[in-house]
C-alpha cells in the first residue's frame, strides 16, 4: 500500500475519521495499530505475523531488563535481543548473500561449492524497525529509558505505519511519550500535514519519477552511453534519490501530523553540505544518529587514545567500521558496502584535512569566505554523487563502468534529459527548499485565505497525477 496511490489515501481518510470521531485514547490506539497491522499485512499477512511476534518478544524482554538487578541477567537479556532481531534481519536479508559470497570465495580460492539458495521473501521495512527495537533494548539496558508497560504501546511504537516500512527510524524516548498524551483536534497541526504530504507527492510523482526516466537506462548499459550522457544519469538519480526518499520522509511527516504525532526530520538540505561530516548530519538524519550511538561511540568513537597518532588510526577505523556496515543495512550486494567504506575513506580524509589547515590559518580562513564556501560544497556533492553510482548500479561490474565512463571521454548514445533541463530543475528544487528553510512558505500561507489555499492545494494535487509518468515506481527505500 503505497503513500501516493488512490487506495492508500482511502485507507487514510477511513482511519483519519474513525481515529478523531472516538474520544478514548486508548480506543485511538487500538485503532492505529489495527490500521498498521493491516497497512503492513496488505503486503504479505504472514510476514506481519513475523513483526508482531518479534515486537512482543523485544516487550518481554525489556520487562526482564528492568526488573532485573542482575548484571548477567541484563546482560543476557540484551544479547537475547540483539541476537534476536539481527538474526532475523540477516536470515531474511543477508543469508543468500553470505552462501553466494562464500560460493564465491571458494571458487577464488580453487575449491568447489554449490551452496543452496534459500527462498526467501524480504519484509518491506524490516531494516527499519529491527534498528528502532535494538535501541529501544539497548536504552532500557543503559537506563536511558524505563521499559514499556503497556503492549499496545509498544506495539505500536514499532508498526506505526506512516515510519513502518521506511523509516524515519524513531526512537522510544520520543515516541511512547506521544502515545500517552492526549489528542485534541488542531487544524493547525491537520492543515501542516497536508501541506507535508502534498510537498511529498510532489516531490517523490513530479521529480523522482520522471528523473528515474533518464537515469535508469543509463545505469542499465552504461557502455552504450557517451560520457555527456553518463554525466548527466549520474546527477539525475542524485536528484532522483533525494526526491523519492525525502518525498516518502514528507509524506510519513504528514500523516504522522494530521494523527497528532511528530516523526523525526530526516533530511536538512543536504546537498548544501560543506564537507561529507556536514552531508551526514543533513542526509537520512536518524540513521546517521542510530549508527553514532549504537555503533560508532560503542566502538569508541574520537577518543581511544591519549596518543594522538593511535587515537587517529582508531578513528579511522571505527568510521571505516560503522560506514561499512550502515552500507551494508542499505542492502544485501558489495556495492552497498563499497558505497559504506566510500563514505568512510571520505570523512576520514575530511577530518585528516581538517585538521591540516587548521594548523595553516590563511588556508583556513579562505576556505571559509563565501568562494571558498561554495568550492567546498561543490567537492562534497561531487563525492556524493560518485559514491551514489555504487549505491544505484546493480553489479560491482556496472558501477566500475560507470565511473570509467564518468571520467574517460567516450562517445556513444546521447541522453534525452538535456543539462539545461536538469540544470532548471535543481534550481528549482533548491530554491523552492531554501525558501522554505527561511520560513518564506510558512508566513505566505499564514497570509492566503482559506479559498485560495485550498485552490493551490488543489492545483498541486492535479499536478501531481497529470506531471506523473506512467510508469510509476516504488519507494527507492522500500526494499531496505
Known amino acids: 500500500m503505497l503513500f501516493h496511490t488512490i487506495k492508500f489515501v482511502w485507507f487514510f481518510l477511513i482511519v483519519f475519521s474513525a481515529y478523531w470521531l472516538t474520544p478514548w485514547r486508548q480506543v485511538r490506539v487500538a485503532i492505529l495499530l489495527a490500521a498498521s497491522f493491516y497497512f503492513y499485512a496488505s503486503w504479505n499477512k504472514w510476514l506481519a505475523l513475523i513483526v508482531l511476534g518479534s515486537s512482543l518478544t523485544d516487550y518481554l524482554i525489556a520487562r526482564g531488563l528492568e526488573s532485573s538487578t542482575s548484571w548477567s541477567w541484563r546482560r543476557f537479556f540484551l544479547g537475547v535481543s540483539v541476537v534476536g532481531n539481527l538474526g532475523l534481519l540477516c536470515y531474511f536479508k543477508y543469508a543468500n548473500f553470505f552462501l553466494r559470497s562464500l560460493e564465491e570465495a571458494l571458487s577464488a580460492a580453487g575449491g568447489t561449492a554449490s551452496l543452496p539458495v534459500l527462498s526467501v521473501m524480504l519484509p518491506i521495512g524490516i531494516s527499519f524497525y529491527t534498528f528502532e527495537a535494538i535501541s529501544y533494548t539497548v536504552d532500557v539496558y543503559r537506563r536511558r529509558i524505563p521499559a514499556e508497560r503497556n503492549p499496545l504501546h509498544f506495539l505500536l511504537f514499532i508498526t506505526f505505519f506512516p515510519h513502518l516500512v521506511a523509516g524515519p527510524i524513531v526512537r522510544a524516548r520520543d515516541f511512547l511519550p506521544q502515545i500517552r498524551k ?49 554525466w548527466l544519469a549520474m546527477l539525475a538519480y542524485a536528484l532522483q534519490i533525494y526526491c523519492d526518499f525525502s518525498g516518502y520522509t514528507d509524506m510519513a511527516l504528514g500523516t504522522a501530523h494530521m494523527l497528532g504525532y511528530k516523526l523525526a526530520t530526516n533530511f536538512n538540505l543536504p546537498y548544501l553540505a560543506a564537507n561529507v561530516s556536514d552531508f551526514w548530519r543533513r542526509w537520512h538524519i536518524s540513521l546517521s544518529t542510530w549508527l553514532r550511538d549504537y555503533v560508532y561511540i560503542p566502538l569508541g568513537g574520537n577518543r581511544n587514545s591519549e596518543n594522538p597518532h593511535r587515537n587517529n588510526l582508531l578513528t579511522a577505523r571505527n568510521l571505516l567500521i560503522t560506514m561499512a556496515l550502515g552500507g551494508l543495512w542499505h542492502g544485501a550486494a558489495w556495492t552497498f558496502v563499497i558505497w559504506g567504506i566510500l563514505h568512510g575513506s571520505f570523512l576520514i580524509v575530511h577530518r585528516t584535512f581538517r585538521s591540516w589547515s587548521e594548523r595553516h590559518p590563511r588556508l583556513d580562513r579562505a576556505l571559509k569566505t563565501l568562494p571558498g564556501t561554495l568550492l567546498r560544497v561543490c567537492t562534497t556533492f561531487l563525492c556524493v554523487c560518485v559514491a551514489w553510482v555504487f549505491f544505484r548500479a546493480q553489479t560491482l561490474t556496472g558501477a566500475v563502468a560507470f565511473v570509467r565512463r564518468l571520467f574517460t571521454w567516450q562517445v556513444g548514445a546521447p541522453a534525452e534529459l538535456t543539462y539545461h533541463c536538469l540544470a532548471t530543475l535543481g534550481a528549482v528544487v533548491l530554491v523552492a527548499h531554501v525558501l522554505m528553510y527561511h520560513g518564506f512558505w510558512k508566513r505566505a500561507v499564514d497570509r492566503l485565505p482559506a479559498p485560495v489555499l485550498g485552490l493551490s492545494y488543489a492545483v498541486l494535487a492535479t499536478l501531481a497525477l497529470t506531471l506523473t509518468p506512467e510508469t510509476a515506481k516504488v519507494f527507492i527505500y522500500f526494499q531496505f
Do not use: E
Open 182 to 230: 492526549r489528542k485534541r483536534w488542531n487544524w493547525g497541526r491537520v492543515h501542516l500535514g497536508v501541506q507535508y504530504f502534498l510537498l511529498g507527492l510532489c516531490k517523490k510523482m513530479v521529480i523522482a519519477d520522471r528523473m528515474a526516466m533518464y537515469s535508469d537506462p543509463v545505469f542499465a548499459a552504461p557502455d552504450q552511453f557517451g560520457t555527456g550522457a553518463v
